[in-house]
């Protein structure tokens, strides 16, 4: 097997408003993204060869990429639709990547975008899977809220301890997300507001959850080699991991609630790639998959930012805020900044590219030496996980 | 010999007080309590509860014959027995009937399965029945019926606990209580009407009738099982019949469990088996548009059913009050709750009919190479990879524990706004499956809690009643 490291490129990227867009459909939010992206790396629409576009609350017979070639007005050129759960976003950066990879492209689109607000209810509905009956009344927070009874119960953390540490999670992201003018949620909040708001699916409160917002992300992707022919500050992608599990893990026979197999694996296949043996030391900006501030947790240790068992220690010591050793969720996470399902692992993406170019919005959250940054997105039941590194610069790490 | 060689029963966890009901309609109480389903409940899953109560313990194999009787049952023209007989995990080649209409339905399908075990076109029959009856908002019927269901099996393979000695029936057509094909509520006459030339005048003669023909007197009955409207009535019965109503008289269990329609006299049987000695000559007698007359003997082999878990007294015991007579009008439909979020999924008849081994009848996978089990059934063993290499194991009954769960606020209805969601670790192979608790106080469900599977009805969609299984605290 290859690597994908230094191989591809991304040019320039795109990112619209999040938050209740009322006022717009998915078809402006794709304009949205896209023609920013277009802007930031200097191309004309004629100058793509291929797209791949992630969205995935379509209706039941399915949308392809209709969503896509009308506003955009793309024509003639392959599109791939792809859904992946919660990974979605990076499954079309991943595609694009290989396509241009693969020598077949040298100038590919993608984009990510969901319209979840014209729902009627704030949360994504009740019942998963295919049968009619065995799921009817799982949701995203009841599942999520299982990771955290269960590292609770192992650590020994009493309710208070744990929704305290969970609680310090969403307090960060918040923070971090006031200083972001595209995101959903631009509110500082104290631990005790977390503490006394209401339980969504116990032990995650009302600010363990992730907003549930419309929003589209988009990037142009080229050969490395290419890259600095557009511009002077290409991002190149290091790694990208991938992986899926066999079963859900509610039914995975002896799964600990602790280890997701696929957070272990997909980070792993990118560390591997891009040649990361130290991922506490080696990455300087992480964009997680904070759809509850339990899974940001878990994510620490599985991702090895953290010693097992040893989050709480980096929690309570600000290790992962902006001024700390590993800055995670600058930009206000899925917590903050919303997550429109299919636009989230590119809206990750985004505040990566910009962070290491020194472009971050709002000069004040901009990170000091930041070489190499790392965007993930978990999803399902959960089952999936989708990691991309990216660097600055061409043979390093 | 035919006789009846297990008996199980099934009443709800959820108590109304009477006086709570009262207190609603500022009217006046008549004490106790009643017994009231959940909202994810109906009479099949009762009845499927009963059935199990019933046949546990028992090699499933030998039943040949499921009949479900019900007054209330969820469906007009589909058959319940058959879905009552696939919960219970009975076999595919067997006698399966519904009972209906008539409050004497229960005894209706008991004498009809003592028939058929007599006749040798059956070697063992279950039956079961189950009513849920809805009375008028603030009519004595609303606070004098309860939900239950009671099963009985009745066989010629292993010896009776209690045979059939004789009956006697009465036939009589008059309307004293009724329900057109479209209510949801019991009509009725006038009262004084329907007690006098209904209920005592008929049971009566159909009991009257059975001791004369075999010559006994009222002293010669251990207990008399009379099904009731109202304990007044049950005790006028019994006054002109001769009986005492202090020592011979079956409790009618309207103070803690409430009139059970047509599965209330054989849960009487049933409390009054749990109590029985060998050679106790039992007269059990049901009424609804006539009456039905049983004399029934109870055999040395009652002793060795005792002291297992079947039967009334545990349920009785096993109890959590409804905490208000709105939320009793809403779990009956009667209000209607607010949705949680919407589902987002399809019911099909197609998707039921695949699924049935394990969403009806709760088999899981076990692999015949490395022995993981899987719930729902796997083909490619999670484990080993193994394909198409596995035995079907039924998981319904057995113990689990609950591995990790979260209290969903979101996924309820208005009336019930939190729903446990699990996952459950089996004592059989560790299987591990996602499961709802039902019957429970949110605030008790920790990790290491023991749980047992229920049946239950979990929604409405493309025009058919869904069910699956559920967890509760061991009860």
Redesign the interface.
Same mark, same amino acid.
């Given at each position: 097997m290859e690597s994908i490291k230094d191989k591809v490129a991304i040019i320039g990227m795109g990112c619209s408003k999040f938050g209740e867009r009322w006022d717009a459909g998915i078809d402006d939010m794709v304009i949205e993204s896209a023609y920013e992206a277009y802007e930031d790396a200097g191309i004309d629409p004629k100058d793509i060869q291929a797209c791949w576009y992630g969205t995935v609350t379509q209706p039941l017979i399915g949308m392809g990429c209709t969503n896509l070639a009308e506003p955009l007005k793309l024509h003639g050129i392959p599109m791939t639709r792809v859904e992946n759960w919660c990974c979605t976003g990076h499954e079309a950066l991943r595609n694009a990547c290989l396509g241009v990879a693969s020598g077949m492209y040298d100038l590919v689109l993608a984009l990510g975008a969901e319209k979840l607000k014209d729902t009627g209810f704030p949360g994504l509905g009740t019942g998963r899977g295919m049968s009619p009956v065995l799921e009817a009344r799982r949701t995203a927070p009841g599942s999520f809220a299982m990771v955290a009874t269960r590292y609770f119960y192992t650590y020994g953390l009493s309710p208070e301890e744990g929704k305290r540490t969970i609680g310090k999670i969403a307090v960060k992201s918040h923070y971090n997300g006031s200083m972001c003018p595209k995101a959903h949620f631009r509110n500082k909040i104290t631990l005790e507001q977390v503490m006394n708001a209401p339980i969504i699916a116990w032990p995650l409160g009302l600010f363990d959850c992730c907003g549930n917002s419309d929003g589209s992300a988009a990037a142009i992707i080229v050969p490395a080699l290419e890259a600095r022919k557009y511009r002077d500050d290409p991002i190149y992608i290091k790694g990208l991991g991938m992986s899926f599990s066999a079963l859900l893990p509610q039914n995975r026979p002896g799964f600990d609630w602790l280890h997701f197999e696929e957070l272990v694996n997909s980070s792993r296949q990118a560390y591997e790639q891009a040649g990361v043996t130290n991922p506490r030391e080696q990455i300087d900006i992480a964009e997680v998959h904070d759809c509850f501030s339990s899974t940001e947790l878990i994510i620490y240790e599985n991702f090895r930012f953290s010693p097992e068992g040893k989050a709480k220690e980096d929690i309570d010591s600000g290790f992962f805020e902006l001024t700390g050793g590993l800055p995670v969720n600058t930009d206000g996470g899925l917590k903050c900044f919303g997550h429109p399902v299919g636009a989230s692992g590119l809206r990750m993406t985004y505040e990566v590219y910009k962070q290491l170019q020194g472009k971050a919005q709002s000069p004040e959250r901009q990170l000091k030496n930041v070489r190499l940054g790392l965007s993930h997105t978990f999803g399902g039941p959960p089952q999936t996980s989708a990691v991309a590194i990216l660097g600055k610069e061409l043979g390093y790490p | 010999m035919a006789g009846i060689i297990s008996y199980g029963a099934y009443i709800p966890l959820w108590r109304l007080s009477r006086d709570a009901i009262a207190q609603a309609w500022g009217s006046g109480s008549t004490g106790g309590e009643r017994s009231v389903t959940n909202n994810d409940e109906d009479t099949v899953t009762m009845a499927v509860e009963a059935a199990i109560n019933c046949a546990g313990g028992l090699e499933r194999e030998a039943i040949d014959g499921l009949y479900f009787a019900s007054t209330t049952p969820p469906y007009k023209e589909k058959e319940c027995a058959t879905l009552v007989a696939a919960a219970a995990d009975l076999r595919p080649e067997i006698i399966t009937a519904d009972f209906g209409n008539s409050l004497r339905a229960g005894t209706a399908a008991l004498r009809a399965a003592l028939h058929a075990v007599s006749s040798g076109s059956a070697k063992s029959v279950l039956v079961t029945a189950s009513d849920c009856r809805i009375g008028y908002p603030r009519s004595t019927y609303e606070q004098s019926f309860g939900d239950a269901a009671a099963a009985l099996l009745i066989s010629n393979t292993a010896k009776p606990i209690v045979t059939m000695e004789s009956s006697f029936p009465i036939s009589n057509e008059m309307y004293d209580v009724w329900r057109l094909d479209k209510d949801t509520y019991v009509q009725s006459w006038e009262d004084r009407f329907i007690i006098q030339h209904g209920y005592i005048e008929n049971m009566e003669k159909a009991i009257s009738g059975l001791m004369k023909k075999e010559g006994l007197s009222a002293k010669d009955i251990s207990k008399a099982i009379f099904y009731a409207p109202t304990a007044r009535s049950q005790q006028e019965l019994a006054r002109r019949l001769g009986f005492d109503a202090k020592t011979q008289l079956q409790d009618l269990l309207i103070s803690n469990v409430g009139i059970s329609g047509c599965a209330h006299a054989l849960l009487m049987l049933v409390a009054a088996l749990e109590e029985a000695k060998p050679g106790n000559k039992l007269l059990m007698a049901s009424y609804g548009s006539g009456a039905d007359a049983f004399l029934l003997r109870v055999t040395d082999e009652i002793e060795k059913v005792k002291g297992n878990k079947r039967g009334v007294k545990g349920v009785i015991k096993s109890k959590k009050p409804l905490s208000s007579y709105v939320r009793y009008l809403s779990y009956r439909g009667l209000l209607e709750p607010q949705p949680? *979020?919407?589902?987002?999924?399809?019911?099909?008849a197609t998707?039921?009919w695949r *699924?049935r081994n394990w969403?009806i009848r709760m088999h899981g996978s076990k692999c015949k190479n490395c022995g993981?089990?899987?719930?729902?059934i *796997?083909r490619v063993c999670?484990?080993c990879r193994s394909k198409d290499n596995y035995e079907e194991v039924r998981l319904s009954d057995k113990k689990a524990r609950v591995?990790?769960?979260?209290?969903?606020?979101?996924?309820?209805r208005s009336d019930d706004p939190t729903?446990p969601?699990?996952?459950v670790e089996f004592e059989l192979?560790?299987?591990?499956?996602?499961m709802?608790m039902t019957d429970c106080d949110?605030k008790e469900v920790a990790?290491g809690m023991p749980v047992e599977m229920t049946f239950r009805r979990?929604?409405e969609?493309a025009g058919m009643y869904?069910?699956?299984w559920k967890c509760r605290p061991v009860r």
């Open positions: - | 949680g *979020e919407p589902f987002r999924l399809f019911p099909a998707t039921s *699924e969403a993981t089990v899987h719930f729902p *796997e999670y484990n591995f990790t769960y979260s209290l969903d606020n979101l996924a309820g729903i969601q699990l996952t192979g560790n299987a591990r499956s996602y709802v949110p990790i979990i929604y969609g869904n069910y699956f």
